[in-house]
């Protein structure tokens, strides 16, 4: 079982039309039962450019609203583009 204390949220969004939809669909619950907050979406479009254009922002509002800025201005608890894949055997 993976370590989930202190990860930073996630936030995932898929595609209604991508072939990874079904399998991004399953994924919350999972990481629900892990106890790993999470955010999750889904809207017209398949596995390409212009979705995630579009998407971006979405993405961006949801890390910007979780994050803690340090006195420098650095981000001490959000960490973008974090993927983290946990593989039961």
Not at 11 to 34: M, Q
């Amino acid at each position: 079982m993976c370590e989930t204390k202190g990860l930073p949220p996630l936030a995932l969004d898929c595609g209604v039309d991508d072939f990874l939809i079904d399998d991004n669909r399953r994924l919350p619950d999972e990481l629900t039962a892990g106890g790993v907050a999470h955010s999750y979406g889904e809207s017209e479009g398949g596995h390409e450019w212009p979705y995630w254009r579009r998407r971006l922002p979405v993405a961006l509002r949801f890390f910007a609203d979780r994050s803690t800025l340090d006195d420098h201005g650095a981000d001490i608890k959000v960490a973008f583009g974090l993927v983290i894949f946990c593989i039961r055997v």
